[in-house]
């Protein structure tokens, strides 16, 4: 064996011992600077400091510069030692250990040095600790070596090499040097100490809260991702893109909530806690088969592992034995291969490993999914009127992307990482440590370079995803709007914005799969590599019969096994990052808590007539501008109260919050003298019926669609209930009657029918309480007058809400309440309201005084004269507060009268008259 300068250890005097030592540190010391740096880094990464400094070191270019030296003189010496070897004739030049200890020295620096070119605002500590290594490894090991070699004068090598050492030792000195010095005058220029103070936030507490919260929010998360992190980088373009598609948004807002709960969790880890409410869905609890299950699959990746040696070790010895280099049987060998082969194939374990494995996937993805549909279900109405129903959806279906993430992890990472440890121990162990190194350094360069790639490709895969959503958009604009489309005529326009868009994604597709075809290129150029080296290596063992020739055919067949595990590794960080981003979009709102709900154990409301309490409600919907104001208001049991405004001026929202909704912000509302938030929330709902704005119909048909009200109502109960709505008849009139599909939304229904469908889902339900929410809108007068009589069934003794913009459904609530800009500013009958001549008389005289405007010849907005005597394009209202107020005292003096003129119908005008409610309670006006 040769030292460190070439001259053969057995002539020193130095002893065994402290020449086991001085081989162990040649291994040792770059296997240290590679963990620390490891280990330092992802630490750093883990507690969020990569992402503090928010500048950079002054003197980083120059210690960069300083540790590409240090690489160099790792090269040097190794050029030193060949060329010794090459005057001196001398193969190898040093011991096998000394080389391999330059070598992977290099090698570790080099990951070192490609983390520090890499890192946009590095922290520094993990580039330090090697240097700090160094100032006490170096001498050290040269002083060994030295002492190793044999007395006398040093030769021109001996004073290259120990030069070349102390110029390292110098860089490295220089390079601290340069690191305090810098560290020092930033300080004193800038006050602070960033680098290595600068944690963010943890559980809430800044700790560098001066720095922080003084700025903008724009501006922390500038800083804030100031890394070469892929998901800042896109939140911030993001920001400024105008022509963002729905998945660039998703992706922004998931990557903006990611940095959010990083900046209060304060480190991946405490942030990686909080997915820990998955547990239960991902992790069968109380299922013990699939537990075992869990534990058999395991079993069986190590089985794999262990098929992955044996594989290419049998093909060794099926070659050896063919080449007469054994004694064994190669039939039997081949049998035995043939078995290997088969265990490890799509019909062995693999097809157990899938068998044991499905009913546990399915388990968690059904379990995710359920959770997450019914945690939707349950939150409130802020959170459903907030939020895109796509991307509600869209995370729930993102629950794959949670098992994902930990398959990723167990099921193929740490195999795929115990593959390529076992690999380059068997290699070493088989073909010595040359084979090990050129394994792990052919790794290491495979990764380094296909995560480079990767990143390099990530702006064309987004203008790849953007193009893709265009041509979509384009595509279902035109079909959805084809009815614009055809009526402006506009079909070749949209052919042509269609062809345009989907050439832009096809040149935008080709160039993404260049990239990935380039790449690939790459990568199996690094691996070309790796194998020549390796299979020189073995060539030269083979032909000084070190090994025998098997062993060859068993190292190709091993590299050839070892490429997609690289690949899998390359990939590993962004494809968990994607599924991060998904699973942050569920965990937003698995995390959000329903704002309306039961107190635990709250008592059922106890229903008796259905007295309604307003006590000076406020209501706002942003907790900023208030929408109700100090709303007073009681309706006795079985009144029919009419809320009247304009619009927005917050009637529908007082239904709202009858049926809790939401939650009214001050005040309260009491049925029957219970506070509604203190009653259980189901027990309240279940008394009200509901006939709303725009209801919506399930795409099903119209029957199922009635009994959604009382699932278990015959269809009996559902006819009874159509035709006191009045439209059983016409639902007989469609082709397929009761069962004839509504489509999406009720779409194929008109708007009368729509009202009146649900106005029979609500008669349906038998409530104890009935809300009106411009439940007759949609229909023309006749339908209306039929309709009214439908809800005059429905609310028959029950304590009714209407909204209505239509007085004429109103006036003969038994309490018309007037709310402008949310607040209450008027109340009464119909006539107490026209005789105060207020609010309410104004809107009434509007509305039936509605009269053609004077028709005198006039232009229309075109420019175009309209002929006096014609009819004009418009009816307007014409009233002017002097007419109005003639009108209206007339009014008051025969308020019969108007009733009249408003409904068209001496029945409703009588009921007017009526001062008694429907069921028998005198109004209380
Ligand atoms: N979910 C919501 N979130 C925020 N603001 C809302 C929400 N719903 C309604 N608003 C706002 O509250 C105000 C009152 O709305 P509301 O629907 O109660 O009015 P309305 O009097 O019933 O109007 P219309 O007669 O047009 O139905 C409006 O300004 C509206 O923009």
């Given at each position: 064996m040769a030292d460190h300068y070439g001259t053969h250890m057995a002539e020193t005097a130095v002893g065994m011992p402290s020449r086991q030592v001085l081989a162990s540190l040649h291994y040792a010391y770059p296997t240290a600077i590679f963990l620390y740096y490891m280990v330092a880094s992802t630490i750093a990464v883990c507690t969020l400091q990569t992402r503090s400094s928010e500048h950079n070191h002054p003197?980083?270019?120059?210690?960069?510069?300083?540790?590409?030296?240090?690489?160099?003189?790792?090269?040097?010496?190794?050029?030193?030692?060949?060329?010794?070897?090459?005057?001196?004739?001398?193969?190898?030049?040093?011991?096998?250990?000394?080389?391999?200890?330059?070598?992977?020295?290099?090698?570790?620096?080099?990951?070192?040095?490609?983390?520090?070119?890499?890192?946009?605002?590095?922290?520094?500590?993990?580039?330090?600790?090697?240097?700090?290594?160094?100032?006490?490894?170096?001498?050290?090991?040269?002083?060994?070596?030295?002492?190793?070699?044999?007395?006398g004068p040093l030769n021109y090598a001996e004073v290259f090499d120990i030069s070349t050492v102390a110029v390292r030792y110098l860089t490295v000195v220089l390079a601290l040097a340069l690191y305090f010095e810098g560290n020092r005058t930033s300080g004193l220029e800038t006050g602070t100490d960033s680098e290595r103070q600068g944690l963010l936030k943890t559980n809430g507490h800044a700790a560098n809260a001066a720095n922080t919260e003084d700025q903008p929010e724009e501006s922390q998360q500038g800083g804030y991702g100031a890394t070469s992190d892929a998901s800042t980088d896109d939140s911030q373009s993001s920001d400024t893109d105008s022509d963002e598609n729905p998945y660039q948004r998703r992706e922004r807002k998931a990557s903006e909530q990611m940095e959010k709960r990083l900046k209060e969790k304060g480190n991946w880890v405490t942030y990686a806690k909080s997915f820990v409410v998955f547990f239960p869905y991902v992790w069968p609890v109380n299922r013990r088969p699939l537990q075992i299950r869990v534990v058999l699959v395991g079993i069986c990746l190590l089985a794999m592992n262990f098929l992955n040696v044996l594989i290419p070790r049998q093909l060794g010895i099926i070659t050896d034995s063919l080449s007469g280099?054994?004694?064994?049987?190669?039939?039997?060998?081949?049998?035995?291969?043939?078995?290997?082969?088969?265990?490890?194939?799509?019909?062995?374990?693999?097809?157990?490993?899938?068998?044991?494995?499905?009913?546990?996937?399915?388990?968690?993805?059904?379990?995710?999914?359920?959770?997450?549909?019914?945690?939707?279900?349950?939150?409130?109405?802020?959170?459903?009127?907030?939020?895109?129903?796509?991307?509600?959806?869209?995370?729930?279906?993102?629950?794959?992307?949670?098992?994902?993430?930990?398959?990723?992890?167990?099921?193929?990472?740490?195999?795929?990482?115990?593959d390529m440890v076992v690999a380059s121990v068997y290699l070493s162990a088989i073909f010595g440590p040359y084979e090990g190194f050129i394994t792990v350094a052919t790794a290491a360069v495979f990764m380094y370079i296909a995560t480079r790639m990767i990143a390099a490709l990530k702006d064309a895969r987004r203008n790849e995803v953007g193009a893709w959503y265009k041509e979509h958009y384009v595509r279902q604009a035109g079909i959805q709007g084809w009815s614009t489309v055809a009526s402006f005529n506009q079909i070749g326009h949209e052919e042509d914005r269609y062809s345009a868009a989907v050439e832009d994604r096809v040149e935008k597709t080709q160039k993404v799969y260049f990239g990935y075809v380039l790449a690939y290129a790459f990568q199996f150029l690094v691996v070309l590599s790796g194998l020549l080296a390796g299979a020189f290596l073995a060539v030269y063992q083979i032909t000084h019969k070190q090994v025998s020739p098997g062993t060859f055919i068993m190292l190709l067949t091993y590299w050839a096994q070892m490429v997609s595990p690289l690949t899998f590794f390359a990939g590993l960080g962004k494809s968990i990052s994607r599924d991060l981003l998904q699973a942050e979009q569920l965990l937003e709102i698995m995390q959000t808590k329903p704002t309306v709900f039961s107190n635990e154990g709250a008592p059922d409301l106890q229903f008796s007539g259905g007295k309604v309490r307003f006590d000076n409600v406020w209501f706002s919907y942003d907790k900023k501008k208030d929408i109700l104001k100090n709303i007073n208001f009681t309706a006795t049991p079985g009144m029919t109260v009419a809320f009247v405004g304009a619009t927005g001026a917050g009637k529908s929202t007082i239904l709202k919050l009858l049926d809790r909704f939401y939650d009214v912000t001050k005040g309260s509302i009491e049925i029957d003298g219970q506070d509604i938030r203190e009653v259980d929330l189901s027990s309240l709902r279940a008394q009200i019926g509901v006939v709303p704005q725009a209801p919506i119909l399930f795409d099903d048909t119209i029957i199922n669609n009635v009994r959604y009200a009382k699932l278990t109502a015959t269809d009996e109960e559902v006819y009874e209930a159509c035709k006191a709505a009045s439209i059983h008849e016409q639902i007989l009139t469609f082709t397929d009657g009761y069962n004839t599909k509504v489509g999406e939304r009720g779409i194929k229904l008109s708007g009368g029918e729509l009202q009146r469908v649900a106005i029979a889902r609500a008669i349906l339900k038998r409530p104890s309480m009935v809300l009106l929410d411009e439940a007759t809108s949609a229909v023309d007068t006749e339908t209306e007058q039929r309709i009214q009589e439908a809800l005059r069934k429905l609310c028959e003794g029950r304590t009714t809400f209407i909204v209505a913009h239509r007085l004429s459904t109103i006036m003969n609530a038994d309490r018309i309440i007037v709310i402008t800009g949310g607040e209450l500013v008027e109340q009464g009958s119909h006539e107490d309201l026209i005789r105060a001549n207020g609010k309410y008389a104004e809107l009434w005289s509007k509305q039936v005084f509605v009269k053609p405007k004077d028709t005198k010849d006039e232009e229309d907005p075109d420019g175009k004269t309209v002929a006096k005597g014609r009819k004009p394009p418009n009816i307007v209202n014409d009233l002017s507060p002097e007419a109005t107020s003639s009108e209206i005292a007339k009014v008051k003096s025969t308020p019969t009268s108007a009733g009249q003129a408003a409904s068209g119908s001496d029945d409703t005008a009588a009921k007017s008259d009526d001062k008694q409610d429907r069921s028998g309670h005198k109004k209380e006006v």
């Open positions: 003197r980083r270019r120059a210690i960069t510069r300083l540790l590409m030296l240090v690489i160099i003189t790792y090269f040097a010496q190794l050029l030193g030692l060949a060329a010794l070897g090459f005057v001196q004739h001398l193969f190898p030049p040093a011991d096998q250990d000394t080389i391999i200890g330059l070598l992977s020295c290099a090698l570790a620096y080099g990951v070192v040095f490609a983390g520090l070119s890499d890192a946009a605002n590095p922290v520094w500590y993990p580039y330090l600790g090697p240097f700090g290594m160094a100032l006490v490894l170096e001498p050290t090991i040269e002083v060994m070596s030295l002492k190793a070699r044999p007395t280099n054994n004694d064994k049987n190669p039939w039997t060998e081949v049998l035995i291969f043939a078995g290997y082969k088969l265990v490890a194939s799509e019909a062995g374990l693999s097809l157990l490993r899938q068998w044991l494995w499905i009913p546990v996937e399915y388990y968690s993805f059904g379990a995710i999914s359920t959770a997450a549909y019914s945690h939707v279900l349950n939150l409130s109405s802020d959170f459903h009127d907030s939020k895109s129903s796509s991307d509600i959806m869209m995370a729930i279906q993102c629950g794959q992307s949670i098992s994902n993430i930990l398959e990723s992890i167990c099921f193929r990472a740490v195999p795929m990482l115990i």
